[in-house]
């Protein structure tokens, strides 16, 4: 048995005991954190337990195809507080540090509830949980997700299928990133077979930006600084920009695809003015260089190839001006 496979174990006892469950994943769910909570809330939902799936924020309507739209609440203080002190067991997924719940956090701190993590993300003190299900060679934290409802045996449904399908399909980059592997295109096949409409799924995750968000597209490219012959591209969207062109719901990743797909783009960094003054980054690279290994010089994290920070208003222009300098130093001594 594998050291994850014992830990799966140690989970499904605990659940014999548990009859309210919680489950969340990180702030700004992206596609992994939704389906990896969608899977389990699922899964708990199927295995008779009281169950209760919250996000931090709405839903981004990019997955609003997916079932689980239906079977979410949006986190509230004053109305959640007592449902995580009932319950039995809090899951959090697609994360490894406390600060990435935002609010829930200390909630969740604060009571006495048993903890589990299910995540992917590298993390170096064994996890925030009791029982943490960490696995940084997988794919996705759905595909983590997945594999403990195959060894529980648990019976899978079309919604389970969808929601590890928008895990591993969001975490790959609709299978284009360096993760992507037989063995994921394997289970996507074997997932595509509950009746997933995959043209259908592509086209509400990546192909629904506002006309606005084109336009910011455009901005932001335009603008597009050069370093290291090209191998280095970054932007900064200041916040006037984003107001001025209406964008209502600001996302990152297609600005993002379009700048790393230059062909001597090796990173891509975006930063995002927000409208406190604070300043967003997002760290893109080809596998070389580590973005995490970047990222955590800011206080951020993530992966090998995505990861991000947040800068604070009084000390953003500095922050990315030596985050520039520290890229181009890296790359320069490869
Ligand atoms: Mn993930």
Redesign the pocket.
């Known amino acids: 048995m594998t050291p994850i496979e014992t830990r799966f174990d140690e989970l499904q006892e605990k659940l014999k005991g548990a009859e309210k469950v919680v489950i969340s994943g990180h702030q700004n769910a ?4 939704v389906g ?1 909570v969608g899977a389990l809330r699922r899964h708990l939902e199927i295995e008779d337990k009281d169950v209760t799936a919250l996000l931090l924020e709405p839903l981004s309507p990019r997955y609003g195809f997916m079932e689980f739209g239906k079977h979410y609440q949006v986190f509230d203080p004053e109305s959640h507080g007592a449902l995580i002190d009932d319950a039995d067991l809090f899951i959090m997924c ?1 994360l490894s540090t406390w600060g990435r719940l935002g609010p829930l956090s200390k909630v969740v701190e604060e009571s006495d509830v048993s903890t589990v993590c299910f ?3 590298p993390c170096e003190n064994g996890g925030p949980a009791d029982i943490n299900l960490l696995d940084p060679k997988a794919t ?3 595909r983590i997700a997945w594999d403990y409802i195959n060894h529980v045996e648990g019976h899978v449904d079309r919604e389970i299928a969808e929601s590890v399908f928008v ?1 591993i399909c ?2 790959t980059g609709w299978f284009r990133y360096p993760n992507t592997s037989g063995s994921v295109m394997d289970l996507a096949a074997e997932l595509s077979k509950f009746r997933l409409d995959l043209p259908a799924i592509y086209r509400a995750i990546y192909q629904s930006n506002s006309a606005a968000m084109l336009r910011l597209l455009g901005h932001a490219t335009r603008t597009m600084n050069e370093e290291c012959g090209g191998r280095f591209v970054w932007s900064f969207i200041r916040r006037r920009f984003i107001e001025d062109l209406g964008v209502e719901r600001f996302d990152a990743d297609p600005i993002l695809d379009v700048m790393r797909s230059g062909d001597q783009v090796q990173v891509v960094a975006l930063f995002t003015e927000q409208a406190d003054g604070s300043v967003s980054v997002s760290l893109r690279s080809r596998g070389e260089p580590d973005m995490n290994v970047i990222a955590r010089q800011f206080g951020g994290g993530g ?1 090998v190839y995505a990861s991000g920070t947040s800068f604070p208003p009084n000390t953003a222009e500095h922050d990315i001006r030596s985050m520039v300098a520290l890229i181009r130093r890296v790359l320069r001594a490869e």
């Open positions: 992206d596609g992994d954190a990896a697609d995540d992917h993300h996705a934290t759905g895990s969001s975490d992966h």
